[in-house]
Every structure is written in structure tokens, then in C-alpha cells.
């Protein structure tokens, strides 16, 4: 008999590759805030067995985590699960196995693609790179199949770097890390990947500059920690009415004419101006919009 883990099923949508303009996480300890964090309308909502429970927790988190999750047939969420090199992994894949609420796995610390494809072969895996060693790891990772995406841990890949908090030089070596990660996900053809959490939560114009840059850098969307910060996520990824009206204008007039190249408003259109105004409609049509 074979001994490998079954295959997943389909879940419900938002599947992982679907939008993911805010990734909200729920302590796995706080199972009550689920609810809260779905009313959110967050695109996805994250159960957190790893960073946001203690050590002495885990064990009885991930039981109360079964239980939920078996209630919940009909959900789907995400789990993130303890790192490879811990002693709860094994179990927290178990339990995300055996429930088809859980529409995908978060893997943290991902460094080693053998370790993220024994994960992808039971559900769809968000690889969250947090360290030098995953940075060097991005082409491997990358063609792991059942990977969906890579979600950038810039809070832990600071420490790990020796990075000065909240300085212009940090800010600097982690776009290198940005850059790596959305050229590595775009040549795999991954989703668009997903930009670190900002842990201000008083500071809503701090978080405004965090998404609108991860926005025009090309990713996919943000971490988020607390439900107030879904709304202003999805705000700002929204097109302006202006960008709406251009790429509208864009599209019809590529229709009417049956051209790949014309002039509009004194500008040369062509294929990929036309892409472009595609990605803007697209990002306007996503959940909750």
C-alpha cells in the first residue's frame, strides 16, 4: 500500500490563487475571531499555528483547530502551520490534511523545495520566505508543484539579515528581496506574491504608503493583522475612477477597431498598454471591490 498523503479535493472559492489583496491572520488560539476576520471581508483568512502561539500552546491549539475546522466543512481557509524543522509540522500537516476546510497551507521559514513538495502534495502551499537561506532557495521553491504563491516574512527576514529596524537601508535590501521574489514567482507563472505585514496598527497613513507601494511594485496584496486594516487594504488597491475610465476607453476602442496598435488621447496603444488596461479591470473586479 501506498503510504503517501492523499490528495486534496476542491474546496469552495477563494481558492489560493484567487485575489489576494489582504491575507488576514487569526491567532489559531483565538478561533473565536474567525468569524470577525471573514465579516472583514478579507480575501483570505489565516489560522496561525505558528508565530502566534506559544511553544507550551501548540498542541492543544491544533486539537481545538481540528475541531473547528471539522464544523467548518463547507470554508476555506488557510493554515499556517509550524516550520520543517519543528516537532509540531508532521501533525499540523495531519490536521490540514483531514479537513477540507483548509483550502490551503501557509509554510513558514521555506528554504528547502524536497520539504515544500512533500507539503504541496496534500494542499496548495503559500511558501512564506523569511530568511537568507529561502532568498538563495526562490528558483528551486519556485517549481515545486502545488506551490500557489510566495508570501514575503520582511519582519523575520530583517532580523535574519541583522537589517536596522525601520531604516532607509533596510528598506533598501528588502526591496532587493521584492524584486528577486516577483521576477522568481512571475517566470514560474505563481500568483502575484504577497508582501509583508505592516505592524502599525495606529497608522493608517503608514499602511496606506505600505500597500500602494506593494500594489505598484506588482504585488498581489499584503499581510494583515487586524480586521480594521482589510478595508483600507482593498481602498487602495481599487483603480481611481480615472485609471477605470482610461482602461474602459482602452478595451473599447481596441474592440471597435480590431487594431493592436492605435492612438488614443494623443498616445500610442498597443499590446501591452492593452495588457495594461486588462490588469486594471481585473484588479477592479476582484472580491469585495
Known amino acids: 500500500m501506498s503510504s503517501s498523503p492523499p490528495r486534496y479535493h476542491p474546496v469552495p472559492s477563494p481558492s ?10 487569526v491567532p489559531a488560539t ?9 465579516a472583514a471581508g478579507a480575501d483570505h483568512v489565516v489560522i496561525d499555528l505558528e508565530d502566534a502561539v506559544e511553544p507550551s500552546a501548540k498542541v ?23 516550520g520543517v524543522d519543528t516537532d509540531w509540522h508532521a501533525d499540523d500537516v495531519a490536521v490540514c ?3 477540507q476546510a483548509v483550502a490551503g497551507i501557509m509554510l513558514p521559514k521555506a528554504e528547502d523545495a524536497d520539504a515544500a513538495a512533500r507539503v504541496a502534495r496534500t494542499r496548495p502551499v503559500w511558501a512564506i520566505v523569511e530568511s537568507a537561506r529561502g532568498l538563495l532557495a526562490l528558483s528551486e521553491l519556485a517549481r515545486v508543484p502545488g506551490l500557489a504563491r510566495f508570501m514575503l516574512g520582511t519582519l523575520d527576514l530583517g532580523v535574519d539579515l541583522g537589517l536596522a529596524a525601520n531604516s532607509a537601508a533596510a528598506a533598501a535590501l528588502l526591496d532587493q528581496a521584492r524584486y528577486q521574489m516577483l521576477v522568481h514567482s512571475r517566470a514560474a507563472g505563481l500568483a502575484a506574491p504577497i508582501d509583508g505585514v505592516y505592524p502599525r496598527l495606529d497608522d493608517v497613513d503608514g ?7 506593494a500594489r505598484d511594485m506588482g504585488f498581489g496584496g499584503v499581510g494583515c493583522i487586524h480586521p480594521a486594516q482589510v478595508a483600507i487594504v482593498h481602498q487602495v488597491f481599487a483603480p481611481a475612477p480615472v ?12 474592440a471597435r477597431t480590431g ?16 495588457a495594461r488596461a ?3 479591470l481585473d484588479r477592479a473586479g476582484g472580491p469585495m471591490s
Do not use: C, Y
Open 16 to 25: 489560493p490563487t484567487a485575489a489576494a489583496r489582504s491575507t488576514l491572520f
Open 243 to 254: 485609471e477605470l475610465d482610461w482602461a474602459r476607453r482602452v478595451l473599447d476602442e481596441a
Open 97 to 99: 490534511t483531514q479537513h
Open 30 to 38: 483565538r478561533l473565536d475571531r474567525v468569524d470577525k476576520a471573514l
Open 259 to 274: 487594431l493592436g496598435a492605435f492612438r488614443l488621447d494623443g498616445e500610442m496603444v498597443d499590446a501591452p498598454v492593452i
Open 207 to 213: 499602511l496606506r504608503r505600505h500597500v500602494a507601494r
Open 278 to 280: 486588462r490588469a486594471v
Open 60 to 82: 492543544a491549539a491544533r486539537a481545538d483547530l481540528a475541531a473547528f475546522l471539522a464544523a467548518r466543512a463547507g470554508a476555506a481557509l488557510l493554515v499556517r502551520i509550524n
